[in-house]
């Protein structure tokens, strides 16, 4: 994982190869048509509050790129308040060390942040937080807290492996709502992506994604989205990435395939060689191909397509 320092250092980098980009240079090898759109069309087709194009979907904002923002500093919560992503995903698992002092100084910190910032904050559909996995000492009280702040809108579950994972999380937003009346069961329904990491979740994953929890969608959540996170799950499973990813293709696949199904949106892997932007730009374009809506991304270095939303026609490219 890179320091805190390196992170904002290559954030930078990117940031002015994009603008670059959206000038119309093209020395970086990123070609000005892959854009498709200018940076104020993009601002506007974010405001429009684009609707998913698959079938009997609910209404909810286009979410093509997915930015991690670690909750380990000050500054980098601070740095999220200036970025385009579509979603901004702070995380509380994986770039938080696991020590209980750790875990909980960053939910402390992610909660006294978005608490007292209420004012500069972007639109609450863009606010997400990813959970500490339901089997760690660290889960309970991180929803607790953020099913306090009602303008995390959005709930990132890692590690779903069957549809008794997402149960557990149902219930314990239904205690949110009618044991600790956090929130007000009249408003929106909380939203959860599901992590897909391991092969017991790609094998129950028509389960998983076809799951309606037993309180209602309004009490109990409603899962809206299936996430590859592909390095957990190649952990598990034994596979070796390659650059060409064709080892990853037939799971790809799967996940989208099934996500369509159930009228969920699909969020494609973080890519890995962010620092080369030709393969991050056929990353991308690969994920475009086989039905991905949108891409993860760990630092300010991708960005979903600014298309005709109905269609959604263009690849992924590397965000402001």
């Known amino acids: ?24 240079h093209s020395r970086h090898g990123i070609s000005t048509p892959l854009l498709g759109a200018s940076i104020a069309s993009q601002r506007h087709a974010r405001r429009l509050s684009t609707m998913s194009s698959t079938a009997g979907s609910e209404a909810a904002p286009l979410g093509r790129s997915y930015l991690y923002v670690p909750a380990t500093a000050e500054r980098m919560l601070e740095k999220s308040l200036t970025t385009n992503s579509d979603v901004i995903i702070y995380d509380l698992e994986d770039s ?5 002092a750790d875990k909980n100084g960053a939910r402390g910190r992610l909660t006294h942040f978005l ?14 937080v990813r959970l500490n996995s339901n089997s760690t000492p660290f ?7 953020a099913m306090r702040l009602p303008c995390i809108r959005t709930l990132v579950l890692p590690k779903v492996h069957s549809v008794q994972d997402l149960n557990q999380v149902s219930e314990e937003i239904f205690l949110a ?3 600790h009346k956090f929130r007000d069961p009249d408003g929106p329904p909380v939203r959860l992506v599901a992590s897909i990491e391991s092969a017991r979740a790609m ?25 590859f996170a592909a390095e957990d799950y190649c952990a598990d499973t034994g ?32 890519c890995v060689n962010y620092k080369d932007l030709e393969y991050l730009r056929n990353e991308c374009e690969d994920g475009r191909r086989l039905g991905f809506t949108g891409k993860a991304s760990r630092l300010k270095v991708q960005k979903a397509p ?13 965000a402001k």
């Not at 994982?1 to 980009?21: E, T």
């Not at 129950?204 to 409603?222: E, F, P, V």
């Open 139 to 145: 889960f309970a009280e991180d929803i607790l807290q």
């Open 1 to 24: 994982m890179l320091h805190a320092r390196c992170r904002l250092q290559v954030s930078a980098r990117l940031d002015s190869v994009a603008k670059a980009v959206a000038r119309g």
């Open 239 to 270: 596979i070796i990435r390659t650059t060409s990813r064709q080892e990853l293709l037939y799971t790809r696949s799967h996940i989208v395939v099934t996500a369509k199904a159930f009228g969920l949106q699909a969020i494609d892997m973080v």
């Open 96 to 100: 938080v060390p696991p020590s209980p």
């Open 177 to 179: 709502y009618k044991g």
């Open 115 to 128: 608490s007292t910032r209420l004012s500069n904050l972007p639109s609450h559909e863009r606010i997400a």
């Open 203 to 227: 094998y129950n994953l028509g389960d998983i994604a076809s799951w309606q929890s037993q309180y209602g969608d309004a009490l109990g959540g409603k899962l809206s989205a299936l996430l």
């Open 306 to 318: 600014q298309p005709d939303p109905a269609v959604h026609s263009k690849p992924f490219i590397p």
